[in-house]
């Protein structure tokens, strides 16, 4: 395996075309529960019923107000980095320089499932998406 150091030595002399390319996101089918799951957050946030500048939207407050102490620092701790990552996966789903469909959207959207799936494993289900 390469080392960082190799491989910056390697591509050193790429074209300014050629870095712009390789910094773009590139477009790809994704599978319908991806889909499914951004039309979800999108309706949700253009019926203002979530923001993701306002993380204690994401709650059922009534699931929330139920849970321990120990259990509610764990869900407000966790979303932070869900607010962030859904902010992630919505501006780029809404950039007119972005493709629609994308596998870097659908690795967005399964690391925000897997954070909010640890969460609600252990306190329910908690979060309006």
Do not use: C
């Amino acid at each position: 395996m390469a080392d960082l150091t190799q491989l910056v030595e390697e591509h050193k002399d790429l074209s300014e075309a050629a870095q712009k390319q390789a910094g773009q996101a590139i477009g790809g089918a994704m599978p319908d529960e991806h889909k499914n799951f951004l039309m979800t957050v999108t309706t949700l946030i253009k019926a203002k019923e979530i923001d993701a500048f306002q993380p204690r939207t994401f709650l059922h407050q009534d699931v929330y107000d139920s849970l321990s102490q120990e259990a509610r620092e764990q869900v407000d701790l966790s979303m932070v980095n869900l607010a962030d990552l859904l902010r992630h996966i919505t501006d780029f789903f809404l950039s007119k320089k972005t493709p629609d469909e994308s596998p870097h959207l659908q690795n967005m959207i399964e690391q925000l499932w897997l954070m909010k799936d640890r969460v609600e494993e252990k306190v329910g289900d908690v979060f309006k998406f």
